[in-house]
């Protein structure tokens, strides 16, 4: 199983940008997906997941109402779409899957985004 994480780079504070995560090796359908993301000298934190039902979608507090996840089963391929970014923000994001929303059995390599001031 490998996941591929993409999209990450360096944009302004209060820009956007959309994070993808394709899968090989298995099908999405059936699986929750997430996002995470470490920051610099802190620990690995979950930022939205889609449980494999996909009936529910979580967002954590820093990002609710400006991040969006997103998933294609068609393209076995899901995203993040980040609005209105800040400095905060700014850290390695992680896509993840498994069979529980942030329990996470397979991790994609990472993709850095930083939001300059």
């Known amino acids: 199983v490998q996941l591929q994480a993409s999209g990450g780079g360096l944009v302004q504070s209060g820009g956007s940008l959309r994070l993808s995560c394709a899968a090989s090796?298995?099908?999405?359908?059936?699986?929750?997906i997430g996002w995470f993301r470490q920051a610099p000298g802190k620990e690995r934190e979950g930022v939205a997941c889609?449980?494999?039902?996909?009936?529910?979608?979580y967002y954590k507090d820093p990002v609710k109402g400006r991040f969006t996840i997103s998933k294609d089963n068609a393209k076995n391929t899901f995203y993040l779409q980040m609005n209105s970014l800040k400095p905060e923000d700014t850290a390695v994001y992680y896509c993840?899957?498994?069979?529980?929303?942030?329990?996470?059995?397979?991790w994609g390599q990472g993709t850095l985004v930083t939001v300059s001031s």
């Open positions: 889609i449980s494999s039902s996909e009936i529910s979608i």
């Open positions: 993840g899957t498994g069979l529980q929303c942030w329990m996470m059995d397979y």
């Open positions: 090796g298995l099908t999405l359908d059936g699986y929750a």
